[in-house]
């Protein structure tokens, strides 16, 4: 029996599935965090042990993989050399490496026409027409991902540094994540010594949950978040016979915050990043001239 697996890496976790030539997804897993860019050996570890944990679901032998070709689409890859440097170090026979932004509307929208965005620890957005494709964002934590879910936590812990020094009004968020850190404003600064972009993004529900009550600095952040999230999807130029669709932890929450011109475009997706890595698997390695090993 001949088999492939499909991957899907982010700033929070990774998830593998392996599938038959025929589609049936046979098992399904989920591992830490796998940003190739932020972490590459980290990333290796959760991707390998993504792929161990879906063989045995599927009552597999997970030494299997070794055998099995995959492909990835993985948060970071779109920069530097990092997608080259991962594929060196997979134990897999034959692998793909692509952004998860690919993977994500091929998933949606399954090679039509449309965009794309992906909004959840980190944010990139990708629009495919007539064949060719216009990607935006997707620049990583530091520098960009702006609307993200760890750009939404590292600037809510911005907002309670500067109300507990008095240069801005503080909020009940404020003072809220300020005890998590046991009123200690260096406890806070420790924390991003250190802290991912996973980690960052572990505040952003606390936001939605505090500006659902009308909290000033909450409504301020995600405000802000939602015109970087447009002015993004405003570079595409989506057409009106363009679907959107929204995908990742966060798009439920921006949803009903988004203007007119783009709820009116919003589409369900057909399925999720995690099958449209399946369905590109497939297609590379199972289509004439590249069945998988197995």
Not at 6 to 22: E, F, N
Not at 43 to 53: N, T
Not at 211 to 225: L, M, Q
Request: charged fraction near 20%; glycine fraction near 14%.
């Amino acid at each position: 029996m001949t088999f492939v697996l499909g991957i899907d890496g982010g700033g929070t976790s990774c998830r593998a599935a392996v599938a038959a030539p025929d589609g049936t997804i046979l098992g399904r897993a989920r591992s830490g965090a796998a940003n190739i860019r932020t972490d590459l050996t980290g990333a290796r570890a959760s991707i390998v042990d993504a792929a161990r944990l879906a063989f045995r679901e599927a009552r597999l032998d997970p030494e299997r993989i070794a055998e099995t070709p995959a492909l990835l689409g993985l948060a970071g890859s779109n920069v530097g050399t990092y997608r080259q440097q991962l594929e060196a170090i997979l134990p897999f026979p034959r692998c793909i490496v692509t952004s998860d932004a690919v993977i994500a509307h091929e998933g949606a929208l399954g090679g039509a026409d449309g965009a794309i965005a992906i909004l959840g620890t980190g944010t990139a957005y990708l629009l495919r027409r007539g064949g060719e494709s216009k990607a935006v964002g997707g620049w990583g934590f530091l520098v960009g991902d702006q609307g993200s879910g760890a750009r939404l936590g590292r600037d809510l812990l911005e907002e309670t540094l500067l109300a507990y020094d008095d240069i801005r009004p503080g909020s009940p968020l404020t003072k809220a994540v300020l005890a998590v850190f046991r009123d200690n404003p260096r406890d806070v600064v420790e924390f991003t010594t250190t802290a991912k972009p996973g980690d960052f993004g572990g505040f952003a529900p606390m936001v939605f949950d505090h500006a659902a009550k009308g909290d000033s600095v909450a409504e301020f952040i995600v405000a802000r978040a939602v015109d970087d999230i447009e002015k993004s999807l405003g570079v595409l130029g989506l057409r009106d016979s363009e679907p959107l669709c929204l995908l990742g932890g966060l798009a439920p929450l921006f949803a009903p915050r988004l203007s007119e011109l783009y709820s009116r475009k919003l589409r369900d997706a057909a399925q999720d990043a995690l099958g449209g890595a399946v369905a590109m698997a497939l297609r590379r390695f199972a289509g004439p001239g590249g069945a998988p090993h197995g």
